[in-house]
Each structure stands twice: as C-alpha cells, then as structure tokens.
C-alpha cells in the first residue's frame, strides 16, 4: 500500500517569495512521484513529475521538486511566486514496481497575496 | 482529441436518480482511470482500465457504482440510486502507458450535485 501525506491544507505566502510546499510518502515499492496543479473549476494539471535519474526535478511555471528517499519526501519549491499561482497542489505517488494507480494527497491550497 | 473531455460538466441530481457520466480520454491512451474528490478532498481512486478491461474496481464505494469502457476508448461511470453523499468532483485521467511512468492527464471533471 502506498500514501501520501501533505503536512499543510494552507500556505499562504506574498508575492515575490519564496515558496515550498511539503510532501511525504510510504511506500513498499519503488515510486514515481508527482506534483499537480487545480486551478478552481478545472482538472488536475501536471506540475513535474520524478521517475527516476536525478533527484531534483524542474517543472513547469517555474517550479522544481527534489526526492528525497531516505526522508521519503518530495517537496515542492518556487524562489519567487505570483499571484497566478494561487490554486490547490496536490502530490501524487504510483509503484513504479508494483501499482501504477496513482494516490493522491489531501491538497495544500497556496495563496499568494499582494 | 487534444485532451480528456468529460460530459457534462455539471450535473443536478435528485436523490434516488440514476446517472451516467462520460469521459472521452487522448485518443489511444491505454489507461483510464476514475477518481471522486469531495470537497476540499484530494482526489480519490475509483477504477481502473487498461484498454477494454476493467483491472481494479477496488476503490468503488457500493454496489450503486459501475463503469465500463466496452471498445477501449470511451468510458461511462454509472451511478445508481444517487444518495446526497455521492455528490462529489467525478475525475476522469488517461495514460499513454499501462505504467503511468508518462503521467497522467486529467480531465475538468464532472461536478455531481445530489439534492
């Protein structure tokens, strides 16, 4: 069985600073991991994703995540955000090696004031 | 398609009703997956398919829920006998592989409300 645990339901944070939303996991089996977007009223879209190779990972809109597996902990950073990335994130970890049916997190909603 | 599309976007229920809800996933992706997501929830596992076959249906909450993909493409999640905590975000995703190595791409979702 696998999990996902994000420490924090809320990051409020102002612009132009830097931000790192936190993500851990369990799991039994090697992992792919993943970190996802929800803007209001839309689907899940794909930040970045880790499968394998090097530990830090660059995403889209400036993000970049970094795996760290004897912490189990894929946490999410940007040095300096806008206002537009205000929105819901969710981590997401599938068993590369067994399961491939992805687990989400319960969300950390970033928002970014003036 | 370009992406995943779902139908309808919203859906007004009555208590007691039956629906069905539609995913048009990126043509030839081999994977599809349901997932619900309760108000400020993360979204969470209903079923999988790899092409036609349906490989795990473990996350399905009753027996008032089904799906089915009978050609591998397009796929319909059957809620029957709607109750008011069915109300939820139906998430559709598809996958190139049957790995999910590629990740996922998600649908907007259909927004089920149970009154």
């Known amino acids: 069985a696998q999990s996902v645990t994000q420490l924090d339901s809320q990051v409020p944070v102002f612009e132009e600073a830097p931000v790192e939303l936190r993500c851990n996991y369990s799991s039994s089996v090697s992992v792919y991991l993943f970190w996802y977007v929800q803007y209001p009223n839309q689907g899940l879209q794909l930040l970045l994703k880790y499968l394998s190779g090097s530990t830090l990972v660059k995403g889209i809109n400036g993000f970049e995540a970094e795996f760290n597996k004897s912490q189990t902990s894929f946490h999410l950073r940007k040095p300096s955000v806008h206002i537009s990335d205000t929105a819901e994130y969710f981590c997401?970890?599938?068993?590369?090696?067994?399961?491939?049916?992805?687990?989400f997190g319960r969300g950390t909603s970033l928002i970014v004031h003036p | 398609g370009a992406g995943v599309s779902q139908s309808p976007r919203y859906k007004v229920a009555k208590r007691g009703q039956d629906v069905a809800l539609r995913c048009d996933p990126i043509?030839?992706?081999?994977?599809l997956f349901w997932y619900q997501q309760a108000l400020g929830q993360g979204p969470e596992f209903l079923t999988y398919f790899q092409n036609e076959a349906q490989l795990d249906k473990s996350g399905l909450p009753s027996d008032r829920f089904f799906a089915e993909r009978p050609e591998g493409s397009v796929s319909t999640l059957k809620i029957q006998r709607t109750q008011q905590e069915d109300s939820a975000v139906y998430l559709c995703?598809?996958?190139?592989?049957?790995?999910?190595?590629?990740?996922?791409?998600f649908g907007s979702g259909t927004r089920l409300t149970v009154v």
């Open positions: 995703a598809s996958s190139a592989t049957g790995t999910g190595g590629y990740g996922y791409t």
């Open positions: 043509s030839g992706h081999v994977s």
């Open positions: 997401a970890v599938s068993g590369s090696g067994g399961s491939y049916i992805p687990t």
